[in-house]
């Protein structure tokens, strides 16, 4: 597929849709994840061709042979984004060219074809505008999109797949953790690492995901919402949560984030939230923070809020960490007043009630 091919797509139309108020009613209260909308986009890859066959259609089952590569080696990656409903009925969204060119680099780092990044924009702008129906307009819910891309070559030798499928599908959602979660507690993984220098840490990859599941599973059976993990040489320094960067607040008014450094995925959330605190006044630094500093700053006081965040959750309070060694509140256990100013800022812009400085806002219609 061309680049010009690119910005057009064979539609199907889904000849049996959900029913407007089977919708309707679904929308009032999606959860998260589990309300898809009724269509989907698919382009093929096969070596010697390249991209083709790009087509919207309806949502469906894949047909793939059990010896599919993607069964076997875990050749495949993903992207989280949302499509968000304007105060004037239109949608938009937020920095897909940054969701497109970490899809391009997660690709090179599981030796993938690489999906051209306006390909990418625009296969998610098309879904949208498809589906715009499924656009819930809740305060705080989104059009939650999922594009992904799969190994489909017939093989058990162990090689990069000759052949791939990209897809996106799209799901209408509320919020990421149930009740809203005014703060979470948080467990420290001593027995599992999510990434080692030299690995996938920073590419957004299913294999990193279930390497997480067993510390979170550990985490929610000591009554904590959500794992934090440690860095995988010294296990020492804070990384990142199963699924979301944390930042940490001082009482001189900084922030602090661990440093990008291959084991921590380039959030986008995180990259807009630097922006976003610069703006404040804030000073953010970009360095290593251990465990003990950690809970050291919080009981002292010199650490007043703390949070995690990443596209699904958007942005949550820590209030406690725990852990076979830890157990230590921050400030009073819940949201704090930067923390609520941040969040506040970013979906402000996200939903259009705030001008966008920045040129984040991709407007679909």
């Given amino acids: 597929m061309t680049e010009s091919q690119a910005k057009t797509f064979l539609f199907e139309k889904n000849q049996n849709p959900l029913a407007a108020s089977e919708r309707e009613a679904l929308l009032e209260n999606p959860g998260f994840g589990r309300v898809f909308t009724d269509h989907m986009v698919t ?17 469906r089952a894949f047909d793939l042979d059990p010896a599919t590569v993607v069964f076997h080696y875990a050749q495949e990656i993903f992207e989280g984004m949302k499509a968000y409903r304007l105060r004037d009925g239109g949608a938009a969204l937020f920095r897909p060219d940054a969701n497109a060119r970490r899809f391009r680099n997660s690709a090179l780092r599981l030796a993938m074809a690489p999906l051209p990044e306006d390909m990418f924009v625009q296969s998610v702008r098309e879904l949208v505008r498809v589906d715009r129906d499924w656009i819930p307009s809740a305060d705080g819910a989104a059009l939650y999109l999922r594009p992904f891309m799969i190994s489909t070559e017939v093989l058990l030798g162990v090689k990069p ?7 996106v599908i799209a799901s209408s959602v509320g919020s990421y ?13 001593e027995n599992y690492t999510r990434a080692a220098p030299g690995g996938t840490g920073e590419a957004k990859c299913g294999g990193n995901y279930a390497a997480s599941l067993a510390a979170q599973a550990e985490a929610t059976r000591e009554g904590c919402e959500q794992v934090i993990f440690l860095d995988a040489v010294e296990r020492r320094y804070v990384e990142e949560l199963g699924g979301m960067n944390v930042f940490f607040l001082f009482d001189d008014g900084s922030l602090q984030t661990p440093p990008l450094t291959g084991t921590i995925l380039p959030g986008i959330t995180r ?58 509140t921050i400030g009073s256990g819940g949201a704090g007043q930067v923390t609520g100013k941040l969040k506040a800022a970013l979906l402000d812009i996200q939903n259009g009630r705030a001008p966008d400085p920045h040129g984040w806002i991709d407007r679909l219609f």
């Fill in 177 to 189: 953790f149930k009740g809203g979660a005014p703060a979470v507690t948080l467990w420290v993984s």
């Fill in 43 to 59: 382009i093929r890859y096969s070596e010697g061709r390249g991209w083709h066959d790009g087509r919207i259609e309806a949502r």
């Fill in 161 to 167: 797949s000759s052949d791939y499928i990209y897809c």
């Fill in 271 to 328: 990259d807009s939230l630097i922006t976003l605190a610069r703006d404040l006044g804030l000073t953010v630094r970009e360095e290593p923070y251990a465990i003990d500093r950690w809970e050291a700053d919080a009981k002292s006081g010199r650490l007043t809020e703390a949070f995690a965040c990443g596209t699904a959750a958007v942005v949550t309070p820590i209030g406690q960490v725990k852990g076979r060694k830890y157990n230590f």
